[in-house]
């Protein structure tokens, strides 16, 4: 059987390419791709060249995906032909997808699929909110309303966290923040920010902030908005290190805890306190979704066909702030 695939070929060029899909092993599940989500940080930082990035041509590209299994290894228990999932890294932009078992998650009854597609990404926003430990009565600051940070910011809520605000330039991202459940929404570049977040946060500042957007100056802004011993997960990849930091004056003196929050630190085994492994938050991501208590549908975008993928991320690289939930329909394909 001929597989698609997505490939970074070089700096500035993506292409679908034919493979050959191997037979799969007792341990492994072949799933068909119905959604696959663009994570725009991670894959245009690739397609950029960014420092920092992988340099390794041509390379697979995507890492989310969720389809429909349609073959089951005989040693796989629990998965069955027909279950709808999500294949965290081993299913990126293909069309068919081969994984293990650990790298599998069923969706539940009644979450859309585009919803559960941006769940792999929205899991990297609630590990960076569970690992600022954060508790019910907190303050919470999400810095960048990009998909981890709306996501992040629902986590917040969800942990009991308020106020929560979030901080981005861009005014749709922040009205999409106001109706995920953000309390206020700021641009950084408001004379009154500070005056504004002390208002909202009784004089103290933030207890703990997520920051998404790998900016320096973000993390900047950030810690001059926080509280006596807050707390700061570093979720978004800060790959270019361009602002100087007064570490006495904004961390060692306030005792702010930053915290490295790249999803490597996830342990392999079992979940510990503040650091869960990737499918337990996925599942926990899905489960309220299904309940409500995360609203998807506002980060919805759009779906392109994966035969127009050289030009979707051309198009994306040119974009100041890309949107966010956008989506490759493997259907589109017709095969």
């Given amino acids: 059987m001929t597989n698609k695939a997505m490939f970074l070929m070089a700096p500035g060029v993506v292409e679908l390419c034919d493979i050959e899909l191997p037979a799969i092993q007792p341990d492994e599940v072949l ?58 890294f081993a299913g990126g932009h293909r069309l068919y997808s081969v994984c293990k078992r650990h790298m599998l998650c069923k969706i539940p009854n009644g979450v859309d699929m585009r919803d559960a597609a941006l769940v792999i990404i929205g899991g990297f926003g609630l590990e960076g909110a569970r690992m600022t430990k954060c508790e019910i009565g907190e303050s919470a600051l999400v810095v960048g309303c990009g998909l981890l940070g709306q996501f992040a910011l629902q986590a917040l809520r969800c942990m009991g966290a308020t106020p929560v605000v979030a901080i981005d330039f861009n005014e749709e991202r922040l009205a999409i923040a106001k109706e995920c459940g953000a309390d206020y929404a700021f641009r950084p570049d408001d004379p009154d920010l500070k005056e504004k977040v002390m208002e909202a946060t009784e004089g103290r500042g933030f207890n703990c902030a997520v920051e998404v957007t790998g900016s320096a100056q973000a993390l900047v802004t950030a810690l001059g908005l926080m509280a006596r011993r807050g707390r700061i997960a570093l979720t978004g990849c800060t790959r270019v290190s361009d602002v100087p930091i007064d570490f006495y004056k904004l961390v060692h003196v306030p005792g702010i805890q930053l915290l490295g929050a790249h999803t490597s630190v996830r342990p392999n085994g079992d979940n510990i306190p503040g650091y869960w492994v990737p499918h337990s938050d996925h599942r926990t991501l899905l489960r309220h979704i299904a309940k409500g208590n995360i609203n998807v549908k506002p980060l919805w975008n759009e779906e392109f066909n994966p035969a127009d993928c050289t030009k979707v991320y051309s198009d994306l690289a040119q974009s100041k702030n890309p949107p966010l939930g956008n989506l490759f329909n493997w259907d589109l394909l017709g095969e």
């Avoid at 349609?70 to 999500?86: H, I, N, P, Q, Y």
């Fill in 31 to 88: 799933v068909k791709s119905q959604f696959s989500a663009i994570s725009a940080g991670t894959e245009l930082a690739n397609f950029n060249d960014l420092p920092n990035t992988v340099r390794r041509y041509p390379r697979s590209f995507g890492y989310n995906a969720v389809g429909i299994v349609t073959e089951v290894g005989s040693a796989v228990k629990g998965f069955a032909v027909g279950d709808r999932v999500l294949c965290y």
